[in-house]
Every structure is written in structure tokens, then in C-alpha cells.
């Protein structure tokens, strides 16, 4: 079993629509939480970072954490064909970055 | 430069041939690391420097991967006699220490034939 697992997708979407991405993981040592959009022949960029559970928003973006179920989330309202990309979630334990497959986001104009 | 740069973008090599890849950090950046990503797949660990202490190589895939950090900036990672699992892209990062966020440039992939 992975210390991250995420759905790789292809996740579709119509335009303005919610998305919502998942990630759930086994090592309750992690303290800190990212998310990472990588658009095609790129290299991944930071979106999200939390450390507690409960919410964080930044604009659009929304991400949720509940330790206590191992599990995070990241919430895109009003979908743009711009937010196509792959999400990568990552996390933290010490200075080692362990992350997620990436789930391929596609949002239909 | 503002980003980190990887070079070559793309490098197709012929299996059994070495090739080297080079990363230049953010300027100031104390922490650099090395990662694989393959298609479909997150990223893979490979390495991690950390200003002049001694780099973990526990993500090494095998003792032909072996990378260097001249000088604290420029750090190039050399794969000899390449096989064809060896293709996937390869990611570097910096940070200003290993507490701070990873920033990461373009990649180079790699094919081998």
C-alpha cells in the first residue's frame, strides 16, 4: 500500500462547475500539506499549504484537512478551462516530500 | 534567472550510454533535490542537498544514478549505462532551507531508446 493514494483521473468537468480532489494517506507522522497543479511539460507549482486540520482559502481554492480521518481534499469553485492541469497532492515529514500520483483535471468550456 | 532551470528540456539516448542532467538553483537556495517523475506517476525521491552537509541518497534507484553539487548552486545528476526504465522526467527543487517551500523547474525527459 502507498503512503499516498490519489485517483488518477482523467476527472471532467464542465465549465463554473465544483471540483472537488482527494487524497488519503497512512502515516500519521505527516504535519504538513500541499497541493501541486503541474500543467503539461512543466514542472509542479505550489497552490495550497496547510499544517492543521480544518480549512484554508485562497481565492478559488479551498483546501481541507481532517487528520483524524487521514484524509485531504482540495476544492475549486468556478471551474476555468485555465485550472486544466494534473493536482498533485504532497506531504511532509521531516524534510521529505512523499506524494500523490496526481489526478488529470479536465474542465469543458 | 527568478526559477530554477533544468537543461537539456529533452535528451534521447541510446540504452547503455551515459547522460548527465543539470540543475541550476534559485539564487541563495541552501536545499536542492532531485526527483523522477514516470508517466502517470507522482515523484520519486531520488536525492536532497543541503548546503556543504552530506546529500541523502537514500531515493537512489541504483548505483548507476549518482548526482553532484559543485560549489553549493549548480548540481547535475549523471545516469550511466541508461536503460529503457530509466525514461521519465526528471525534476529538480530548490529551497531557501529544507523547512521552506520547494520551487521546481521545468524537468528534463528523458527517453531511452
Known amino acids: 500500500q502507498k503512503e499516498v493514494e490519489q485517483d488518477p483521473g482523467p476527472l471532467s468537468v464542465p465549465e463554473g462547475a465544483i471540483v472537488s480532489l482527494n487524497c488519503t494517506y497512512s502515516?500519521?507522522?505527516?504535519?504538513?500539506f500541499m497541493w501541486y497543479r503541474q500543467y503539461s511539460r512543466k514542472g509542479p507549482e505550489l497552490l495550497m499549504y496547510t499544517y492543521s486540520s480544518g480549512n484554508k482559502e485562497d481565492g478559488r481554492f479551498t483546501a481541507q484537512v481532517d487528520k483524524s480521518s487521514k484524509y485531504i481534499s482540495l476544492f475549486i469553485r468556478d471551474s476555468q478551462p485555465s485550472d486544466s492541469a494534473t493536482y498533485l497532492c504532497a506531504m511532509k515529514s521531516n524534510y521529505q516530500l512523499i506524494w500523490g500520483a496526481g489526478t488529470k483535471l479536465i474542465i469543458k468550456p | 534567472g527568478a526559477g530554477v532551470s533544468q537543461s537539456p528540456s529533452n535528451k534521447v539516448t541510446e540504452k547503455g550510454k551515459d547522460v548527465e542532467l543539470r540543475c541550476d538553483p534559485i539564487?541563495?537556495?541552501?536545499?536542492l533535490y532531485w526527483y523522477r517523475q514516470s508517466l502517470g506517476q507522482g515523484l520519486e525521491f531520488l536525492i536532497y542537498?543541503?548546503?556543504?552537509?552530506?546529500?541523502?541518497k537514500s531515493g537512489l534507484p541504483s548505483d548507476r544514478f549518482s548526482a553532484e553539487r559543485t560549489g553549493g548552486s549548480v548540481s547535475t545528476l549523471t545516469i550511466q549505462r541508461t536503460q529503457q526504465e530509466d525514461s521519465a522526467v526528471y525534476l529538480c527543487?530548490?529551497?531557501?532551507?529544507?523547512?521552506?517551500?520547494?520551487?521546481f523547474g521545468a524537468g528534463t525527459r528523458l527517453s531511452v531508446l
Open positions: 502515516n500519521s507522522a505527516f504535519q504538513y
Open positions: 527543487a530548490s529551497s531557501q532551507n529544507r523547512e521552506s517551500i520547494q520551487y
Open positions: 539564487s541563495g537556495h541552501t536545499a
Open positions: 542537498f543541503q548546503g556543504n552537509s552530506a546529500p541523502d
